[in-house]
């Protein structure tokens, strides 16, 4: 997959949608999402805006500990978030958490936080509400073009 592109089309639609402060939620065990993150936030930059990056584990079901630790950490870097932010996911879990903590805040999902997920696993995208909206990568077309 393209992540640089990935990263460039999410930047693209939260600034046609008219958002001026940015976010990323991503693990740093993940090198697509590292290559997502750098492109999103270049493109985001060259309009003259931010983007403040929170760092989670890649496996927040790893155990309760790792659970914990996400938690803490988007709660921690959703405390400097100023909405109406545009934020990008690179897992769903994540955007769901973020829908939660948003919720907790009194926030609106999609008005004051627009989540753009990962990689479109389509049960955490389309249930529960509010959906997420998500990049389709098409790992089966490049399964079968590879």
């Known amino acids: 997959p393209d992540s640089a592109a990935v990263g460039r089309i999410v ?12 976010a990323t ?12 993150v750098e492109a999103f936030t270049r493109v985001v930059g060259e309009a003259g805006f931010g983007c403040a ?8 079901y790893g155990d309760l500990a790792h ?23 690179g ?5 769901r958490l973020v829908v939660q903590a948003a919720q907790r805040r009194g926030w609106r999902v999609p008005g004051d936080v627009a989540i753009v997920a990962g990689k479109n696993q ?5 249930r529960p509400r509010p959906s997420l909206t998500s990049v389709e ?4 077309r490049i399964g079968y073009a590879a």
């Open 11 to 22: 930047a693209e639609h939260l600034l046609g949608r008219g958002f001026r402060a940015f």
């Open 25 to 36: 939620v991503t693990s740093p065990e993940n090198a697509d999402n590292e290559l997502e």
């Open 53 to 60: 990056s929170a760092l989670v584990p890649q496996d927040p």
């Open 67 to 89: 659970w914990k630790t996400t938690l803490r950490r988007i709660d921690r870097a959703m405390a400097g978030w100023t909405p109406p932010v545009g934020v990008y996911v």
């Open 91 to 95: 897992q769903e879990v994540y955007g």
């Open 122 to 126: 389509e049960t955490l995208c389309e």
């Open 137 to 140: 990568i098409g790992y089966d």
